[in-house]
């Protein structure tokens, strides 16, 4: 197989789900569809209660060095307390919080390195619950 993943005219089909749970109730989940050709993955989040209509065209797009995830923050609760982010292997992630302030979290192995914050990376949960 050697598909280039920037190239390839995707094929996407669906994939699995992450559920997001808080207390063993599902909040909100990410869905992953993946390419048949290239085997590249996209990610969508979900907040419980909320229709979204898949649109391929609008797939959320993703770096070849990137990895799907959901961040975890510690200091919110709710459908605050995650996200569905893209995660380098090092460096920071910018984002908006829910109070609107912009914040850097530093990366370190595709793992976020933050008291406040965690992160599960979704290649490892594809049809599991994470419990945040
Ligand atoms: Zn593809």
């Known amino acids: 197989m050697s598909v280039d993943t ?3 005219k995707h094929e996407i089909t ?5 559920n997001v749970n808080v207390d063993s109730r599902t909040i909100g989940s990410v869905d992953v569809w993946r390419c048949a050709l290239c085997k590249k993955r996209f990610c969508e989040e ?3 209660g ?11 797009k993703i770096e070849p060095d990137e990895k799907w995830a959901v961040l975890v923050r510690k200091l ?9 982010v893209r995660l380098k292997q ?6 908006e919080n829910p109070d609107d302030k912009v914040i850097e979290i530093p990366i370190k192995d595709f793992k976020v390195d933050d008291p406040h914050h965690t992160s599960f990376l979704i290649d490892d949960n594809i049809n599991k619950a994470i419990e945040i």
């Open 6 to 8: 920037e190239t390839c």
């Open 14 to 18: 669906y994939f699995g789900v992450t």
């Open 46 to 48: 979900k907040q419980l």
């Open 50 to 60: 909320i229709d979204s209509i898949v649109d391929y065209v609008g797939m959320p």
């Open 76 to 84: 919110f609760k709710g459908k605050d307390r995650w996200k569905l």
């Open 90 to 95: 090092n460096g920071t992630l910018k984002v």
